[in-house]
């Protein structure tokens, strides 16, 4: 008759299992240091297809339409400025404001350019609708001398002093963006048709090797996980990435983004392979 196995299994089991359990930790630790990553306005390194036919590919997940996107306008990395919108590929005040010396300006509040440009109200007047006054309209804001309407102006929008940014206009007290499938995202226009990290809407990022296009994310991310060893190159059927081996069990590991194995996964495959 057999001896009976020891609590715990043999020497050599227990050895298997600790083993596995160094792996597992040692694959956490570098999916942690690899695949952290938050994303930006620029794409934060997410996705790396190519750009759809008509947009250019502005830094690292950006695909940009450069006749009027008022960060890359006329050529990825020229920004146009605070009452600005970018038309045909290059800078021009929005439609309420008025192309003056000192810059795009509410000639209707503008105590500099009261009227028209260059059109400056004495010290102690203000500019209320146009014409150099001694106060304000009462349904106006008084934003030191310009007299405005907070709910429509881009330059105070909401409350003094909150102007909004470029490609933006003020509309019933928030900032909105002008060019057609643009949102907004942390203070900035964002193509969200073809941006990598706000695809379809804000803060919803493609994974490493997909494309946004049409707001929806497309193409192969990484995915499963190859046979060929350590650091091998997967061969999943959902894309392709490095392998990291655990016994006889390869499991995916990424550069950047995020991992396709879950930690019990890897768990459960680990126990079994040792």
Do not use: Y
């Not at 596995?20 to 040692?26: D, Q, R, V």
């Not at 750009?51 to 306008?73: Q, T, Y």
């Not at 404001?97 to 009261?114: F, K, M, W």
């Not at 405005?148 to 003020?170: E, H, L, P, R, Y």
Request: proline fraction near 3%; aromatic fraction near 2%.
């Amino acid at each position: 008759m057999p001896a009976p196995r020891p609590n715990g299994g043999t020497a050599a089991e227990r050895a298997a299992r600790a083993l596995a359990g160094a792996w597992i930790a040692l694959a956490a630790l570098i999916v942690v240091l690899s695949c952290s990553t938050t994303p930006g306005n620029d794409g934060g390194g997410r996705g790396t297809g190519s750009c759809s036919s008509g947009l250019a590919a502005c830094g690292a997940g950006v695909c940009a339409n450069i006749e009027a996107d008022p960060g890359h306008c006329g050529g990825c990395g020229t920004s146009c400025e605070v009452g600005q919108e970018c038309r045909a590929g290059g800078c021009q005040c929005i439609a309420a404001l008025a192309a003056c010396a000192s810059g795009c300006t509410n000639t209707q509040s503008d105590p500099d350019n009261c009227g028209q440009c260059g059109n400056a109200c004495a010290a102690e007047l203000f500019c209320n609708r146009g014409v150099c006054s001694a106060s304000c309209d009462a349904d106006l804001a008084a934003c030191g001398r310009a007299c405005v309407d907070t709910a429509a102006d881009v330059m105070n929008c909401g409350m003094c002093g909150a102007s909004c940014g470029a490609g933006q206009t003020c509309a019933a007290s928030s900032c909105t963006c002008i060019a057609a499938g643009q949102s907004v995202c942390g203070g900035q226009c964002t193509d969200v048709l073809a941006n990598d990290s706000h695809c379809g809407t804000c803060g919803l990022a493609c994974t490493l090797g997909q494309t946004c296009a049409a707001g929806a994310c497309s193409g192969a991310g990484v995915g499963g996980a190859g046979n060929t060893g350590a650091g091998g190159a997967g061969g999943g059927a959902t894309g392709s990435g490095s392998g990291l081996l655990v016994g006889s069990m390869c499991f995916p590991v990424c550069a950047s983004g995020a991992s396709t194995a879950s930690p019990s996964k890897w768990r459960r495959a680990a126990m079994a392979a040792g």
